[in-house]
């Protein structure tokens, strides 16, 4: 960064220092991953200057060939990766792409029926905190005491009762596959649009490793940095007959000029997600997960629903009586990443907070296998047993930098697996 550090040298140290930290601490985020070096120098390209509305062939600026080109290799790829009659991957972000599908086919006060947030869902799922709340009349549906899964009945009688025009499935904390084709059914039932927020599980997905929503859905919102390993940002897949309705619905419905240097790191992480090494990598990610998830029961930690499907693993501290705020700051000091959660049995406690949520993609993207899974386990117990143990910790996060430093992100000629798709 040559420039940067000529022009703004106390930047240039700030993003240096975040270059740093990455290097050294094992990021077990479910919301993040380490992006190919190659989804950066997209980000960074000219491609950044270009101002557009609308869409390719009908802007509302002169110059945009290129960015006509941009746009339609984005669509047209993840059309083919995810077998979409359509795709507008000008959203900015995930809950802009939430939004866009609830205005292109409801209106204001319309109900909608979408996971309660303690059980899994997201704020943009209709959360009293979210302005979608606001927007339209959200009804909830929860996971079953016990299990901790959908219980698909229960969502059928939530449906009835409420009648509503649209139906959401896809969580942000819900380490379980979900039966798609039910809740299609359900939607029929109703009447009512299904729309899938796939956001977490996209790379999944993507290549093959759990089943696909698309199938069974009228709408599949996602984002573009978690498991799917590429740069910031929102996409929407739909059927063709809701194609002029969406498109509409994000622009000029919701937002303006879209960024091409962002839709061309979408249409590069849809190349990358046909290769080879992208689907070792996501198969990693399940395997990892579910051996962390099984470690960590060997450990005496509860999991919340028993164990995982995908990429995310949800622990219950509050059974060891830490709070969720206590093991992200321990784990933290310890050079781990992770975040506090609330859980299911949260839901009737509000502001409680007793769980974390790992995630196992980005380790997955470095290179981690199995056999590190093993080590981490002990490196997370030993952090959260040594919470109030500032010398336990440090022990613990020179460990950590250990391991990291066996499978670097961006540095050295060893640099992982992500770093050399094929």
């Known amino acids: 960064m040559e420039y940067l550090a000529r022009d703004d040298p106390e930047l240039a140290r700030i993003i ?14 479910a919301a993040e991953n380490h992006p190919p070096p190659s989804v950066l120098e997209v980000l960074g390209s000219v491609l950044t200057t270009k101002t557009i509305e609308g869409y390719p062939h009908r802007r509302f600026h002169a110059g945009c060939i290129q960015a006509d080109a941009v746009e339609t290799l984005a669509v047209e790829r993840a059309q083919a990766l995810f077998g979409a009659e359509h795709a507008n991957v000008q959203p900015h972000s995930g809950t ?3 939004f866009a599908v609830y205005f292109s086919v ?3 006060g319309d109900r909608v029926l979408a996971m309660s947030l303690p059980h ?7 959360h009293a905190a979210s302005i979608s709340s606001r927007c339209f009349a959200f009804a909830h549906y929860p996971v079953d005491e016990k299990t901790e899964r959908i219980d698909y009945d229960t969502v059928r009688e939530l449906a009835e009762r409420h009648r509503p025009k649209m139906i959401v499935a896809g969580a942000s904390a819900y380490p379980r596959l979900i039966d798609y084709e039910r809740m299609a059914q359900i939607a029929r039932e109703m009447n009512a649009y299904l729309m899938v927020d796939m956001a977490h599980i996209a790379g999944l997905v993507a290549a093959g490793v759990i089943q696909s929503p698309v199938p069974f859905s009228d709408f599949v919102t996602f984002t573009c940095y978690k498991t799917m390993m590429g740069g910031r940002g929102g996409v929407v897949l739909s059927r063709k007959p809701l194609a002029d309705r969406l498109d509409r619905a ?3 419905g919701s937002q303006g000029t879209s960024p091409v240097n962002v839709m061309a790191a979408k249409a590069l992480a849809f190349r990358l997600a046909g290769t080879k090494t992208f689907f070792r990598i996501q198969h990693q990610t ?6 962390l998830a099984a470690g960590l029961s060997d450990a005496g930690y509860r999991i919340v629903t028993g164990g995982t499907d995908n990429h995310q693993v949800i622990v219950d501290v509050g059974e060891k009586g830490i709070t969720g705020a206590e093991a992200e700051a321990a784990l933290e000091t310890a050079g ?3 975040n506090r959660n609330a859980i299911p049995s949260d839901a009737a406690r509000p502001g409680s ?3 974390v949520r790992l995630g196992t993609g980005a380790a997955a993207s470095r290179g981690m296998g199995e056999k590190e899974m093993a080590r981490i386990v002990a490196l997370i117990h030993s952090a959260l047993e040594g919470r109030n143990d500032p010398a336990r910790l440090g022990r613990v996060a020179s460990q950590v930098r250990g391991l990291c430093d066996e499978f670097p992100v961006y540095r050295g000629s060893e640099a992982c697996l992500m770093a050399a798709f094929d």
């Open 16 to 29: 240096c220092a975040e270059e740093n930290r990455i290097e050294s601490t094992l990021d077990l985020i």
């Open 96 to 98: 802009a792409a939430n």
């Open 106 to 108: 409801l209106d204001p």
């Open 120 to 126: 899994g869902g997201h704020l943009s799922h209709g």
């Open 250 to 252: 994000v622009f000029p």
């Open 286 to 291: 399940v395997a990892n997960a579910q051996r």
């Open 336 to 338: 781990i990443a992770a």
């Open 353 to 355: 907070v007793s769980g």
